[in-house]
């Protein structure tokens, strides 16, 4: 079954600090993508990746740079870390191939203090 | 910002009446989908239909989709409490490159409550 693991639910953080999460995918899925969402935003883009070392900016990359060494792992980095950064932060996979659907981890609430 | 806009934002239903909520987008797509989420986890997926076709199915789930109209339906039948959930219709542009079209675009999605 497709699995789409984020390394952390829950996660704490104090501003200025530079703040790492992991998304890991067991599917050989091209593309990872990651999001972040909001009440009353919906979810918004913050960046993908469509193959290892690729990347594209999403809708709202500012503050934010991501990694891709290795097909299954994609990280999202948060240089230094600011109170409006605190949010509900989801990873996607998904096949390159026309209308494919997305599979989502379980997010990581992050606040920061 | 959002391509999808679902309606209505809020629907509380008794268990076993239908549930049926809508989205609205603004340009071209490829492909429309919808999403449940659970209070606190990831989003599941539902159902995808493509842009030449009308409607599908899925056990208790029916969608439509008008393209004319630039809007699609979800209808849930026979409610049951654990439908619970938000549910997000998402977009895939109509687009030359592979990697682009492969991006969603998501709605602020629905709330569902039903009472049991």
């Known amino acids: 079954d497709v699995k789409v693991t984020q390394s952390s639910r829950y996660l704490v953080k104090r501003t200025g600090e530079k703040v790492f999460l992991e998304c890991v995918q067991d599917m050989d899925h091209e593309n990872m993508f990651w999001y972040r969402q909001d009440p009353g935003l919906g979810l918004r883009l913050i960046y993908f990746s469509y193959d290892v070392k690729m990347k594209e900016k999403g809708d709202i990359p500012e503050g934010y740079s991501v990694s891709r060494e290795k097909k299954e792992r994609f990280s999202l980095i948060l240089e230094s870390a600011s109170t409006n950064q605190t949010s509900m932060y989801l990873c996607a996979s998904s096949r390159t191939s026309s209308a494919q659907p997305q599979h989502f981890g379980d997010g990581t609430r992050l606040s920061i203090l | 910002s959002q391509q999808g806009e679902e309606d209505p934002q809020a629907l509380s239903i008794q268990e076993g009446e239908n549930a049926t909520m809508n989205c609205s987008y603004k340009t071209s797509i490829n492909n429309l989908q919808w999403y449940r989420q659970n209070s606190g986890r990831g989003l599941v997926h539902l159902i995808l239909i493509r842009s030449n076709e009308r409607e599908k199915h899925s056990g208790r789930l029916r969608v439509t989709l008008d393209t004319s109209k630039k809007s699609s339906s979800l209808l849930i039948t026979a409610s049951r409490a654990a439908d619970t959930a938000s549910y997000f219709c998402?977009?895939?542009?109509?687009?030359?490159?592979?990697?682009?079209?492969?991006?969603?675009?998501f709605g602020g999605g629905t709330r569902v409550l039903v009472k049991p």
């Open positions: 998402a977009t895939g542009p109509r687009t030359e490159g592979e990697a682009a079209g492969n991006k969603l675009t």
